[in-house]
């Protein structure tokens, strides 16, 4: 077949219509009255520019250092993935949030991380960040002596679970860099006002009846596997600034690292960061034909930069134990029909654990489940991980706001049908083979 040839179009196709003259309407009072209305209109629509530019919030950190006098300090305070760190910091960043939120002013409040707890002769010693959402006019130093007004007065009341010296606060203005790198050491953050950010019943598309992601960064560990030259494959989760966990199944077609590429952020086009691939770890013990030991790790061949848009998930004790109904979230660019094309826009939905004992009932999985499997969903379906969602994470919220990864997108029955619900890789059952493959 010869190549096609542009169309040509001959005037006769594309007639010239000449319009008709019209009767003069200018005259020089009409112009100005004319003149002075476009001023208004133009006036107007300046001052509703500039309220809504002046109304924009924007986010504003600050470092807090301040001693607790009450409390004695313990070796394993030092140590932050330790239960001991986790449940004191929860303790404090609990006390602050309560102070912040009971004032008329609370919403302004976003969220507190505590960065580091060292000891002091009288207690115990705190670093944390703070973060607010204020409007972009205002100046961190006016903020600054709003949150001293509403914080002091406030750590001298008796009702307070810790003694905080008020004589050792100190609240100093960082940006946000200084504070993502005072966070850097931190998993499962996200720069985010969003604690849950989706109800059961959402009713928008994604991931089979979930939403699109409402920001950048929102959840900042998820990734693309990406074959060069046919596209998005699978998902997969961050776990440090070299390694990703994914499912083993994402590699039947093709196990060569050289072949795939690994993209974040939001959008697959146009990504907020890519990396080349250099290992492929697939479990010695995958069996595809029950799904079995449905885990991969891969490994970037440089290193991310963690950001706001890019950061890694927490891995889960392997003693976790989630009870059903727990609310957890899939993300993924996955189709929203079965067999239907992969989403350029990521995509999440909430769902819940059920237990391995109802997700093998005769009338569900009948018995096809395992201990390294964890189901996740509705008994009557509609919201679930579909293709190209696979490998990536589900993950679940501590009190603290920091997110872990429970499991990865493995198989199901179709998508979003009664009954059939989503079926994951347990994470905790494989803590021990990440840890011992990748060092994390």
């Given amino acids: 077949m010869s190549p096609s040839c542009p169309v040509e179009f001959s005037e006769v196709e594309y007639p010239q219509v000449e319009n008709q003259r019209r009767q003069q309407f200018w005259d020089p009072v009409r112009l100005a009255l004319f003149t002075l209305a476009i001023a208004a209109i133009i006036g107007i629509?300046?001052?509703?520019?500039?309220?809504?530019?002046?109304?924009d919030d924007k986010s504003f950190c600050y470092l807090a250092s301040f001693k607790?006098?009450?409390?004695?300090?313990?070796?394993?305070?030092?140590?932050?993935?330790?239960?001991?760190?986790?449940?004191?910091?929860?303790?404090?960043?609990?006390?602050?949030?309560?102070?912040?939120?009971s004032s008329t002013r609370g919403r302004r409040f976003i969220k507190s991380h505590v960065v580091k707890l060292s000891p002091d002769?009288?207690?115990?010693?705190?670093?944390?960040?703070?973060?607010?959402?204020?409007?972009?006019?205002?100046?961190?130093?006016?903020?600054?002596?709003?949150?001293?007004?509403?914080?002091?007065?406030?750590?001298?009341?008796?009702?307070?679970?810790?003694?905080?010296?008020?004589?050792?606060?100190?609240?100093?203005p960082i940006n946000s860099k200084k504070m993502r790198n005072l966070l850097n050491s931190r998993c499962g953050i996200r720069m985010t006002s969003s604690y849950m950010p989706l109800p059961a019943s959402s009713s928008t598309e994604r991931i089979v009846q979930g939403s699109e992601t409402a920001m950048e960064g929102e959840w900042p560990w998820?990734?693309?596997?990406?074959?060069?030259?046919?596209?998005?494959?699978?998902?997969?989760?961050?776990?440090?600034?070299?390694?990703?966990?994914t499912a083993a199944h994402c590699f039947l077609r093709n196990k060569d690292p050289n072949q795939w590429i690994v993209t974040f952020g939001a959008?697959?086009?146009?990504?907020?960061m890519k990396r080349s691939v250099c290992k492929i770890i697939i479990h010695e013990n995958y069996?595809?034909?029950?799904?079995?030991?449905?885990?991969?790790?891969?490994?970037?061949?440089?290193?991310?930069?963690?950001?706001?848009?890019?950061?890694?998930?927490?891995?889960?004790?392997?003693?976790i134990k989630l009870p059903p109904k727990t609310s957890v979230f899939v993300t993924g660019f996955g189709s929203i029909v079965d067999d239907g094309p992969t989403q350029n826009k990521l995509r999440q939905a909430r769902v819940e654990t059920i237990s391995n004992d109802v997700c093998n009932r005769k009338d569900v999985y009948d018995g096809m489940i395992t201990p390294g499997m964890l189901c996740a969903g509705?008994?009557?379906?509609?919201?679930?991980?579909?293709?190209?969602?696979?490998?990536?994470?589900?993950?679940?919220p501590?009190?603290?706001?920091?997110?872990?990864?429970?499991?990865?997108?493995?198989?199901?029955?179709s998508c979003g049908l009664p009954k059939k619900p989503g079926v994951y890789t347990r994470v905790t059952r494989y803590r021990e083979w990440i840890a011992s493959k990748t060092g994390v």
């Fill in 267 to 272: 959008t697959i086009k146009p990504p907020a």
């Fill in 287 to 319: 069996d595809r034909q029950i799904n079995e030991n449905d885990i991969a790790l891969v490994q970037l061949t440089i290193q991310v930069e963690f950001s706001n848009t890019v950061q890694r998930v927490c891995l889960p004790d392997s003693s």
């Fill in 68 to 101: 607790i006098t009450n409390i004695k300090y313990k070796e394993k305070y030092g140590i932050r993935t330790s239960r001991e760190f986790a449940e004191r910091s929860h303790q404090i960043e609990r006390m602050i949030s309560r102070i912040f939120r």
């Fill in 45 to 55: 629509a300046i001052g509703i520019v500039t309220h809504f530019v002046v109304a």
């Fill in 222 to 245: 998820q990734a693309s596997l990406q074959l060069l030259g046919v596209g998005h494959q699978c998902g997969a989760s961050l776990i440090s600034n070299t390694w990703l966990v």
């Fill in 398 to 413: 501590d009190k603290r706001d920091i997110w872990y990864l429970v499991g990865i997108v493995s198989w199901g029955q």
């Fill in 121 to 172: 002769e009288d207690g115990v010693n705190v670093l944390m960040v703070l973060m607010f959402r204020y409007p972009s006019t205002d100046s961190a130093e006016r903020i600054m002596k709003k949150i001293e007004r509403l914080l002091y007065p406030s750590l001298n009341t008796n009702q307070l679970p810790l003694t905080v010296n008020k004589q050792s606060f100190r609240i100093t």
């Fill in 378 to 396: 509705f008994m009557e379906g509609k919201i679930d991980a579909c293709k190209g969602d696979s490998g990536g994470p589900l993950v679940y």
